[in-house]
Structures are given as structure tokens and as C-alpha cells.
């Protein structure tokens, strides 16, 4: 039975080797974590079920590749208006001035695997109940499985005088938009570099991809400033949006601790609303009221939310934290809907606490594809995911700390007694910056 | 369940490097075959060429430290702690023997074999 080569419980690989296994890294580990070979071994199982895949990104293609190595006669498709694949762990490098724009850019149909069709349009709905997707030319598939992998939606709307085209001038840098946005982030930090002055970092409240990225961003504005002798020059301010600087409490003090040795102020509970770019005034709500702060550069990280076809679906949490932006209320160890069982969510639009990351999305879909198989051949699946997910916090160009963490806000260790969590190392930098695309990339084939 | 699949070793390594990694792969294997052979031909090792491979190798070893660096974006200050001394270390030590062995072969191929009693302990 093919879902016999996945392991019985995730929950049990815990931590050895996982992020290479995962997104990890390091060839050297790379393989750890039977959940990482989709049985090549084991017999395929026959099937004639129709499934799709809302969305062609990390999850949505990981989750294809896996399917195609598991199913025979399956009917595969993949639904997903973008033509571009991007590498998104590579917008921070970018935006660093360590990789050019390219670096992150290939298409999403040279990961399309043999048998699997690729409908390269957008979603424009999704109905549980007659079990179908509509595309936005109006073709409708009906499915016995959906694989909701759609992402989420970068809210910029939500702050008040932002405009995306102008990102790159006038101070105004943001990463996560696109990867000429990153690059044009760095054309923006660059010039910040040489000129100094006052330098706003900061997150937006709700849940996010990646929470690390807005902190490495600062740790690498400062050691640039740092690089040209204009550390002295600038003033860095991190606004948080929350109490703390992040959602794992042993990695935000240590990241306290960094700042603090950085010369970073922090400024907590302070949310981005509304920005005058012209006059490069950004203004946050705090619990004393509106602040205006003035700035020469500004990473702005929007708001995120789940895309509008899934805010208007049944399929988000009707209630709780989550409800609002419409993340999909999925079982967070099975990933499975909770309403509509043969729906599962996997990547940034599944309603789960913890990381929005490709490492969450390495060990979300080997689960939640050992459920759906599971229903194909009547053995029910016993995986879990338990909410691993890793991020290589960077420090300083050249350093990074390899953190790595559950549902239980545990750190995990890949290697322990080797590569200590909380140390800036340069170990971990060489993973982020050599074997994480490779790993990634491999993820999608379903090779790794 | 098994816990180390070489298959994803050579898919990463594949991603990672393309077709280089045939080409560092045939490199290897021939390098270290023609040592071998070396070895079975002169019935051990000439110590005059081990001295000059070994002496390369140092050079090789620097070498692979700085391809290490140009292709991570690295500095060469940017050691942290004791995994990355264990990683240059690893890195270096790599180079140093790749490079010696290939050195030796090349050298012990091209030229002819030394007078007798030059022959080193093995």
C-alpha cells in the first residue's frame, strides 16, 4: 500500500535532520525523513479520482508531485493564472543585494509533473458543497479531492497612501511584493547605506509568511550601514506590532538581545496605517494613539490575509482569530477541512498557528497527501504534522541562526550538539544561501 | 523506514550544481582510479611526488575554501562558532586531498617513474 511508505507519525521524525530532510538543507542531510520520499518503491495505487489543485506555488506543486508518484489513473489538475514560479525564501537575498532578481524566477509549468494538467488560469470559485471549482473563464471542475494551495493575499490596500509602484524610490522599499520589488528594495537600501538616517523595520498584526523576514531585513540594513562606516549615521527603529519581536518566546528574547547589541530601538505595539510617501512620514496606531515618525527608508510589510475567492468561500473559520482573514479551518495536524472532509489546505492558506514557510509546506503536504491517498485506498493514514516549520534568521550578511520550531513553540533541533539554534553561525548562512534553493526546487519535484 | 535516501542526496546535489555534477563526479572517480592504478604500477608511493602533491594540495585546500565562499556570498570573517571551524575544516581538508590525488596522478601518468629507492612507505 503506497501510503505505507510514509511514516506512520511525523510527530515521531521530529526534529532529526528534518530541515534538511525538509527545506533544509545541507545535502549532508538532506534525506533524512521517509516522509520525504514519496514511495518510489511502493506499488502506485489505482484510482480514477478526480482531484484538484487550487494553486500553483510550493504547496500546490509539492502536492502534485507527490499525488502523480502515488496515484495511477488519477486525474491530476493543477488551477493557477501565474505563469512565473518564484522562489520566494530568495526575495530576502535579493533585497540583501547578495542575488540578482533572477535568482528566484523559473515557471511554474517546468514543475508540472508527467500527467498532471496545468490550467493556467486564476480560481474565481470554489464550492464545497457541489464539490467544484469555477476558473475565471468560467470552466468548472468538479473534484472527489481539492487541494486548497492558493496562498495569501498581500493586503497593501490596507495601508492608507501606499502604492506598490513606487516601491524603490523615495526611501520606500518592500520585500515581499515580487522579486522586482526586492530588487528595487535594494536599489532603496542601498542608497540608505551611503546616506544614513532614520531606518522603520516592522511587521503587520494577523498572521504572515515568513514572521522572520521583516527582522532579517533589519539585521541586514544595519550591517550594511555597518559595512560603509554609516552605522553612526542612522537611526534603526523595529515597530512591533505586538508584545514581542516574535511568536516563539525563547527566539524573541534572543532576538531582543541582538537588537539591543545592534543599537536597534524597538517600539512595540505599533502597527502601520497609513504612510505619505512623498513626505516619507509613516504613521502607526499605538496603544497611545497615532504616532507619525518620519523615516529615509522603510521596509513596509503589508498586511496578509487569504485571496478573495477563499474569503468567499464556506471553506475559512467561521469564528476565532483566523476567521476574519479567512484562512481555511483545517484540522492543524491532518490539514484537512473540518467541515468538508475530502478538502485539505496546505502551504500559507491553511488556518494553522506557526509558520507560513516553504519548511512548513515540505512537512504539511506529505501529510495531508497520505490522508487523501489514505481515503482512496480505505487504510486511513496515521501522519501527523505537528507544526514543524525553520527559518534561517539572518544575522548579518554572512551569518544566520538556524531556528527551527513546533506548534508548541519547542525549538527543533536538526543537529544537535552541532549547530546550536540561538548561534549566529555561518554554517547556516551557506544553508540559506547554497542548499535551500536546491532542496526547494527538489520539494517541488517531489524529490526531496 | 529508512532514514537516509541517496536519492535525495542526488536530487539536491543535481539541483544544485546541474551538469557539474557529472562532470566533478567523472573527475572524481577517474582521479581516484588512476591513483589507484598508479599505486598498483609502481608498487607504492614516490615520495618525492607525494611531497609535490601534497604541497598542492595546501593550495587546494585554499582554493575550495575560496570557490566555498564566492558561491555562499561568504566573507572570510564570518565564522561563528565551532560547526563553522568544523566546516571550513572539512572544506579545506576536502580540497587538500582532492587536489593531492589528482596532482599525484596527473604527475605519476605524465612522468616517468622515478630511479628505485625512492620508493616511500605507504
Same mark, same amino acid.
Request: glycine share 10%; with cysteine.
Given at each position: 500500500?503506497?501510503?505505507?511508505?510514509?511514516?506512520?507519525?511525523?510527530?515521531?521524525?521530529?526534529?532529526?535532520?528534518?530541515?534538511?530532510?525538509?527545506?533544509?538543507?545541507?545535502?549532508?542531510?538532506?534525506?533524512?525523513?521517509?516522509?520525504?520520499?514519496?514511495?518510489?518503491?511502493?506499488?502506485?495505487?489505482?484510482?480514477?479520482?478526480?482531484?484538484?489543485?487550487?494553486?500553483?506555488?510550493?504547496?500546490?506543486?509539492?502536492?502534485?508531485?507527490?499525488?502523480?508518484?502515488?496515484?495511477?489513473?488519477?486525474?491530476?489538475?493543477?488551477?493557477?493564472?501565474?505563469?512565473?514560479?518564484?522562489?520566494?525564501? !530568495?526575495?530576502?537575498?535579493?533585497?540583501?543585494?547578495?542575488?540578482?532578481?533572477?535568482?528566484?524566477?523559473?515557471?511554474?509549468?517546468?514543475?508540472?509533473?508527467? !500527467?498532471?494538467?496545468?490550467?493556467?488560469?486564476?480560481?474565481?470559485?470554489?464550492?464545497?458543497?457541489?464539490?467544484?471549482?469555477?476558473?475565471?473563464? !468560467?470552466?468548472?471542475?468538479?473534484?472527489?479531492?481539492?487541494?486548497?494551495?492558493?496562498? %495569501?493575499?498581500?493586503?497593501?490596500?490596507?495601508?492608507?497612501?501606499?502604492?506598490?509602484?513606487?516601491?524603490?524610490?523615495?526611501?520606500?522599499?518592500?520585500?515581499?511584493?515580487?522579486?522586482?520589488?526586492?530588487?528595487?528594495?535594494?536599489?532603496?537600501?542601498?542608497?540608505?547605506?551611503?546616506?544614513?538616517?532614520?531606518?522603520?523595520?516592522?511587521?503587520?498584526?494577523?498572521?504572515?509568511?515568513?514572521?522572520?523576514?521583516?527582522?532579517?531585513?533589519?539585521?541586514?540594513?544595519?550591517?550594511?550601514?555597518? +559595512?560603509?562606516?554609516?552605522?553612526?549615521?542612522?537611526?534603526?527603529?523595529?515597530?512591533?506590532?505586538?508584545?514581542?519581536?516574535?511568536?516563539?518566546?525563547?527566539?524573541?528574547?534572543?532576538?531582543?538581545?541582538?537588537?539591543?547589541?545592534?543599537?536597534?530601538?524597538?517600539?512595540?505595539?505599533?502597527? /502601520?496605517?497609513?504612510?505619505? /510617501?512623498?513626505?516619507?512620514?509613516?504613521? *502607526?496606531?499605538?496603544?497611545?494613539?497615532?504616532?507619525?515618525?518620519?523615516?529615509?527608508?522603510?521596509?513596509?510589510?503589508?498586511?496578509?490575509?487569504?485571496?478573495?475567492?477563499?474569503?468567499?468561500?464556506?471553506? &475559512?473559520?467561521?469564528?476565532?482569530?483566523?476567521?476574519?482573514?479567512?484562512?481555511?479551518?483545517?484540522?492543524?495536524?491532518?490539514? +484537512?477541512?473540518?467541515?468538508?472532509?475530502?478538502?485539505?489546505?496546505?502551504?500559507?492558506?491553511?488556518?494553522?498557528?506557526?509558520?507560513?514557510?516553504?519548511?512548513?509546506?515540505?512537512?504539511?503536504?506529505?501529510?495531508?497527501?497520505?490522508?487523501?491517498?489514505?481515503?482512496?485506498?480505505?487504510? &486511513?493514514?496515521?501522519?501527523?504534522?505537528?507544526? *514543524?516549520?525553520?527559518?534561517?534568521?539572518?544575522?548579518?550578511?554572512?551569518?544566520?541562526? /538556524?531556528?527551527?520550531?513546533?506548534?508548541?513553540?519547542?525549538?527543533?533541533?536538526?543537529?544537535?550538539?552541532?549547530?546550536?539554534?540561538?548561534?549566529?553561525?555561518?554554517?547556516?548562512?551557506?544553508?540559506?544561501?547554497?542548499? %535551500?534553493?536546491?532542496? *526547494?526546487?527538489?520539494?517541488? +519535484?517531489?524529490?526531496? | 523506514?529508512?532514514?537516509?535516501?541517496?536519492?535525495?542526496?542526488?536530487?539536491?546535489?543535481?539541483?544544485?550544481?546541474?551538469?557539474? #555534477?557529472?562532470?566533478?563526479?567523472?573527475?572524481?572517480?577517474?582521479?581516484? @582510479?588512476?591513483?589507484?592504478?598508479?599505486?598498483?604500477?609502481?608498487?607504492?608511493?614516490?615520495?618525492?611526488?607525494?611531497?609535490?602533491?601534497?604541497?598542492?594540495? #595546501?593550495?587546494?585546500?585554499? #582554493?575550495?575554501?575560496?570557490?566555498?565562499?564566492?558561491?555562499?556570498?561568504?566573507?572570510?570573517?564570518?565564522?561563528?562558532?565551532?560547526?563553522?571551524?568544523? #566546516?571550513?575544516?572539512?572544506?579545506?581538508?576536502?580540497?587538500?586531498?582532492?587536489? @593531492?590525488?589528482?596532482?599525484?596522478?596527473?604527475?605519476?601518468?605524465?612522468?616517468?617513474?622515478?630511479?628505485?629507492?625512492?620508493?616511500?612507505?605507504?
Amino acid at each position: 500500500m503506497t501510503t505505507d511508505a510514509t511514516p506512520r507519525n511525523t510527530a515521531s521524525l521530529a526534529g532529526r535532520r528534518r530541515l534538511l530532510a525538509g527545506l533544509g538543507a545541507l545535502p549532508l542531510a538532506g534525506a533524512m525523513g521517509a516522509a520525504a520520499m514519496p514511495a518510489q518503491a511502493a506499488a502506485r495505487a489505482r484510482t480514477q479520482a478526480r482531484i484538484v489543485i487550487a494553486g500553483g506555488g510550493a504547496a500546490g506543486l509539492a502536492s502534485a508531485s507527490r499525488l502523480a508518484a502515488l496515484l495511477d489513473g488519477a486525474s491530476i489538475t493543477v488551477i493557477d493564472g501565474r505563469k512565473a514560479h518564484y522562489y520566494q525564501p !530568495g526575495f530576502t537575498l535579493i533585497a540583501a543585494g547578495v542575488k540578482p532578481q533572477g535568482y528566484v524566477i523559473s515557471s511554474t509549468s517546468e514543475y508540472i509533473p508527467t !500527467g498532471v494538467e496545468l490550467i493556467a488560469e486564476k480560481v474565481a470559485e470554489i464550492d464545497p458543497e457541489g464539490k467544484a471549482v469555477v476558473t475565471d473563464s !468560467g470552466k468548472r471542475l468538479t473534484y472527489d479531492f481539492l487541494i486548497l494551495a492558493t496562498g %495569501l493575499e498581500l493586503n497593501y490596500g490596507a495601508i492608507e497612501g501606499m502604492d506598490t509602484t513606487r516601491i524603490g524610490t523615495s526611501g520606500l522599499g518592500s520585500i515581499y511584493h515580487s522579486p522586482q520589488a526586492a530588487a528595487a528594495t535594494w536599489q532603496a537600501l542601498n542608497q540608505f547605506a551611503d546616506t544614513g538616517g532614520v531606518g522603520l523595520f516592522g511587521r503587520p498584526p494577523g498572521e504572515m509568511k515568513c514572521a522572520g523576514a521583516p527582522l532579517k531585513y533589519t539585521f541586514i540594513s544595519d550591517d550594511h550601514l555597518r +559595512r560603509r562606516g554609516n552605522r553612526g549615521k542612522a537611526e534603526l527603529m523595529y515597530m512591533a506590532q505586538s508584545k514581542s519581536l516574535f511568536g516563539v518566546p525563547i527566539v524573541a528574547e534572543k532576538v531582543r538581545m541582538l537588537f539591543q547589541d545592534r543599537g536597534v530601538k524597538v517600539h512595540h505595539e505599533h502597527v /502601520l496605517q497609513s504612510i505619505d /510617501l512623498g513626505r516619507r512620514i509613516a504613521t *502607526y496606531k499605538t496603544p497611545a494613539g497615532t504616532l507619525e515618525q518620519g523615516y529615509d527608508f522603510i521596509n513596509v510589510v503589508p498586511p496578509m490575509r487569504a485571496p478573495e475567492v477563499v474569503r468567499n468561500s464556506p471553506l &475559512p473559520w467561521t469564528e476565532g482569530p483566523w476567521a476574519a482573514d479567512g484562512w481555511a479551518d483545517v484540522d492543524k495536524q491532518t490539514l +484537512r477541512h473540518k467541515r468538508y472532509p475530502e478538502v485539505f489546505a496546505v502551504g500559507d492558506i491553511a488556518g494553522v498557528p506557526k509558520g507560513k514557510t516553504a519548511a512548513s509546506v515540505k512537512w504539511q503536504v506529505p501529510v495531508a497527501v497520505s490522508h487523501l491517498v489514505g481515503d482512496i485506498t480505505g487504510k &486511513p493514514s496515521q501522519d501527523r504534522y505537528d507544526g *514543524y516549520t525553520s527559518c534561517p534568521l539572518i544575522t548579518r550578511l554572512g551569518r544566520a541562526m /538556524l531556528i527551527e520550531f513546533d506548534y508548541q513553540d519547542n525549538l527543533v533541533m536538526s543537529f544537535p550538539g552541532v549547530i546550536a539554534p540561538l548561534e549566529e553561525l555561518w554554517i547556516s548562512w551557506v544553508m540559506k544561501t547554497m542548499a %535551500l534553493k536546491p532542496t *526547494y526546487i527538489s520539494m517541488l +519535484r517531489g524529490r526531496a | 523506514m529508512k532514514e537516509l535516501d541517496p536519492m535525495v542526496f542526488l536530487a539536491v546535489f543535481q539541483e544544485m550544481l546541474g551538469p557539474m #555534477l557529472w562532470v566533478m563526479l567523472l573527475v572524481a572517480v577517474l582521479g581516484v @582510479a588512476a591513483f589507484a592504478a598508479l599505486l598498483v604500477r609502481e608498487g607504492g608511493l614516490v615520495s618525492r611526488r607525494l611531497v609535490q602533491s601534497e604541497l598542492l594540495g #595546501l593550495l587546494g585546500g585554499v #582554493l575550495a575554501l575560496v570557490i566555498m565562499a564566492r558561491v555562499s556570498s561568504s566573507g572570510f570573517t564570518d565564522a561563528g562558532g565551532p560547526a563553522d571551524w568544523f #566546516l571550513i575544516a572539512l572544506v579545506y581538508g576536502m580540497g587538500a586531498v582532492a587536489t @593531492a590525488i589528482l596532482v599525484y596522478a596527473i604527475l605519476g601518468w605524465l612522468r616517468p617513474r622515478p630511479k628505485k629507492g625512492t620508493l616511500a612507505r605507504a
